[in-house]
T-cell receptor, first 112, second 113 residues
């Protein structure tokens, strides 16, 4: 099993550009989530999904969209990148919130 | 909304010294999880605590969940250089709408050999 995979590993964008961060898991997990990690601020939840076709907002959803058309994939879209979105983005999956969260390797995003 | 605070933010220790990080929630938690993130890596699950007053051990690591289920601690005995990293707690709020894990800001542990 590959676990949770994320692409790309690194990305540089210009302000106003859009892009999609990819996340996939092969563990048949229902729960998937996206976090951003900024220095000294821990992990903040952007969006999450409790199953295919169901998504909801987390703590910091503005500027991001998600969809969950399959159990395996949970892409995160940046609509119009801003410097404030410079961060490390982690995708995670699990069988539920009461269980271990499996994190992907992360995407380091810089917005100029 | 729910807030989870962790202290200290940073801790430098000499190899062999003990280390403790504390996690405090503004609301009662149904469970708390602990993760370790090595420098440049991703968070990796360590343990989950569910019961009031629960204590769990993993070799040199001891995890506690407070009686009121609003705080938790991680204690490492006789630190080693392999313990270097950032330790995060993550709590699930104890209400019917609790669908989000809230992470603390983390404690970064540095160990001098």
């Amino acid at each position: 099993n590959a676990g949770v995979t994320q692409t790309p590993k690194f990305q540089v964008l210009k302000t106003g550009q859009s892009m999609t961060l990819q996340c996939a898991q092969d563990m048949n997990h229902e729960y998937m989530s996206w976090y951003r990690q900024d220095p000294g601020m821990g992990l903040r939840l952007i969006h999450y999904s409790v199953g295919a076709g169901i998504t909801d907002q987390g703590e910091v959803p503005n500027g991001y969209n998600v969809s969950r058309s399959t159990t395996e994939d949970f892409p995160l879209r940046l609509l119009s990148a801003a410097p404030s979105q410079t961060s490390v983005y982690f995708c995670a999956s699990s069988t539920g919130l009461y269980n271990e969260q499996f994190f992907g390797p992360g995407t380091r995003l810089t917005v100029l | 909304g729910q807030q989870v605070m962790q202290i200290p933010q940073y801790q430098h220790v000499q190899e062999g010294e003990d280390f403790t990080t504390y996690c405090n929630s503004s609301t009662t938690l149904s469970n708390i999880q602990w993760y370790k993130q090595r420098p440049g890596g991703h968070p990796v699950f360590l343990i989950q605590l569910v019961k009031s007053g629960e204590v769990k051990k993993q070799k040199r690591l001891t995890f506690q969940f407070g009686e009121a289920k609003k705080n938790s601690s991680l204690h490492i005995t006789a630190t080693q250089t392999t313990d270097v990293g950032t330790y995060f707690c993550a709590g699930l709020e104890n209400n019917n709408a609790g669908n989000m894990l809230t992470f603390g800001g983390g404690t970064r542990l540095m160990v001098k050999p």
